[in-house]
């Protein structure tokens, strides 16, 4: 069964600084790959995803991510975070079941905390 | 165009009683699909629903059903509330369940469900 894996719960970085958020999924095909932000009081929003082709996608906001199948590793970064980006960051994976039918299958997050 | 609303945001329950959460979708938007949030299990998938029919289900016990309208709004019920059913509960809509995970999932605010 597919599974993701963000090893990090809490990360504090500072204003200005760079961001790498872990995440690591297990699949046996080729994975559809997302990551979403969550804000207080709000619901998920996609940053981006990797189906196919080029392995560093560009997201919104300043985000990109780099899928590394050799480390079945899909990392988020940003190079300079600024303080709206407190909040929690989710990996899925999606899987498409013999009968067509997509699911998600979500990391159980990272909460990025910024400090000035 | 307004997003996917959810309503109540907010609900208190006892265990035992029954609940219902609405979600009015995306206005063209026709996949509806539900996702249960807790600190100790994350997101987890419930159901998807398309043209007033469920199209996917996850790993939830019967006492978690849901149902589409005509006019592509949704509601799931919980019965028999027990303590562990105290989540944030998603919707998320999207134009069409198919397309390889093509087309974007748009999240709900969420409803806050607290079950005393």
């Known amino acids: 069964a597919q599974s993701v894996t963000q090893p990090d719960i809490h990360i504090t970085v500072s204003e200005g600084a760079s961001l790498e958020l872990r995440c690591n999924y297990s699949?046996?095909?080729?994975?559809?790959l997302f990551w979403y932000v969550q804000s207080p009081g709000q619901g998920l929003q996609l940053l981006l995803k990797?189906?196919?082709?080029?392995?560093l996608v560009q997201g919104i906001k300043g985000f990109e991510a780099e899928f590394k199948r050799s480390q079945s590793s899909f990392n988020l970064r940003k190079p300079s975070v600024h303080w709206s980006d407190a909040a929690e960051y989710f990996c899925?994976?999606?899987?498409?079941?013999?009968?067509?039918?997509?699911?998600?299958?979500f990391g159980t997050g990272t909460r990025l905390t910024i400090i000035p | 165009k307004a997003g996917v609303t959810q309503t109540p945001r907010y609900l208190i329950k006892t265990r035992g009683q029954q609940v219902t959460l609405s979600c009015s979708p995306i206005?063209?938007?026709?996949?509806v699909s539900w996702y249960q949030q807790t600190p100790g299990q994350g997101l987890q998938f419930l159901f998807e629903?398309?043209?007033?029919?469920?199209?996917n289900k996850g790993n939830f016990p019967g006492r978690f059903s849901g149902r589409q309208f005509s006019n592509s709004r949704s509601e799931m019920n919980v019965s028999t509330l027990e303590l562990g059913d105290s989540a944030l509960y998603l919707c998320?809509?999207?134009?069409?369940?198919?397309?390889?995970?093509?087309?974007?999932?748009?999240f709900g605010p969420g409803t806050r469900l607290t079950v005393l």
């Open positions: 998320a809509s999207k134009p069409s369940p198919g397309g390889v995970f093509a087309d974007t999932q748009y």
């Open positions: 699949y046996g095909a080729t994975p559809y």
């Open positions: 990797y189906f196919s082709g080029d392995t």
């Open positions: 899925a994976v999606g899987l498409i079941s013999n009968f067509g039918n997509e699911k998600l299958t």
């Open positions: 206005s063209g938007h026709r996949s």
């Open positions: 629903y398309f043209s007033e029919t469920q199209r």
